[in-house]
């Protein structure tokens, strides 16, 4: 896989730098509470545990699936809920953690479905934030890195499902996108 890679952007040791500081950010602002940490699937798999394994709290765990990417590095502006969340979330404050923030779409109607089941307060743990993506105005709470405007790919996120299990963050040869 290295071999379609153009360039690195985040290392194995910067990801796992960005994880510490978030879990340890967390443990202090969530000292004496009991958060749900709600990952956002698929994307989200790695930095969630990178990040639990930091957060020194007792805290419980669900997870959402949802995708706007059908392959493809464009969102296909409607979200899908493929699987809903099981724990009741009336009253809880919800950690909510994501690989990453583009047009702002899945936080957004993750935002609103958290708040349509009563959830008490809601924060957003992302690893990769990109700004220049946003098509809905939109910020999370924790964000390990501000990438720049290019469709990335690893450490969960997808291209065509491929690449998740690269341990780093990079962007892709343009060959690839023309296989
Ligand atoms: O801000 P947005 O433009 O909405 O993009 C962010 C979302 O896109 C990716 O999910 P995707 O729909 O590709 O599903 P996946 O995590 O299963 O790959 C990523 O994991 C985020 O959840
Ligand atoms: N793999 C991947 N998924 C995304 N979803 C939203 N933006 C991106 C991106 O840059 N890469």
């Known amino acids: 896989m290295d071999n379609d890679i153009e360039k690195v952007l985040y ?15 967390l443990t202090h602002d969530y000292e004496g509470r009991q958060p749900l940490v709600i990952s956002v699937l698929k ?5 969630t545990v990178d990040v ?6 007792y805290t419980d765990i669900d997870f959402v699936d949802v995708s706007s990417y059908h392959g493809g590095t464009e969102s296909s ?3 899908d809920l493929v699987r809903e969340i099981n724990t009741d979330i009336k009253g809880r404050d919800i950690i909510l953690i994501e690989d990453i923030i ?5 936080l957004e109607y993750m935002v609103n479905l958290l708040k349509q089941g009563g959830a008490n307060d809601i924060k957003v743990c992302t690893l990769l934030d990109k ?11 924790y964000v390990g890195f501000n990438v720049p405007n290019e469709f990335v790919v690893g450490y969960g996120l997808d291209y065509n499902e491929l690449y998740r299990n690269l341990p780093y963050v990079g962007i892709l040869k343009p060959a ?4």
């Open 11 to 25: 290392s194995r040791e910067e990801i796992a730098g960005a994880a510490k500081r978030i879990g340890k950010e």
């Open 43 to 47: 994307g989200a798999i790695f930095f």
């Open 52 to 57: 639990l394994k930091e957060f020194d709290c």
């Open 77 to 79: 502006g409607k979200v």
């Open 102 to 106: 583009d047009t702002g779409r899945t």
């Open 131 to 141: 700004p220049e993506g946003r098509v809905v105005d939109i910020k999370a709470n």
């Open 176 to 179: 690839v996108y023309q296989k």
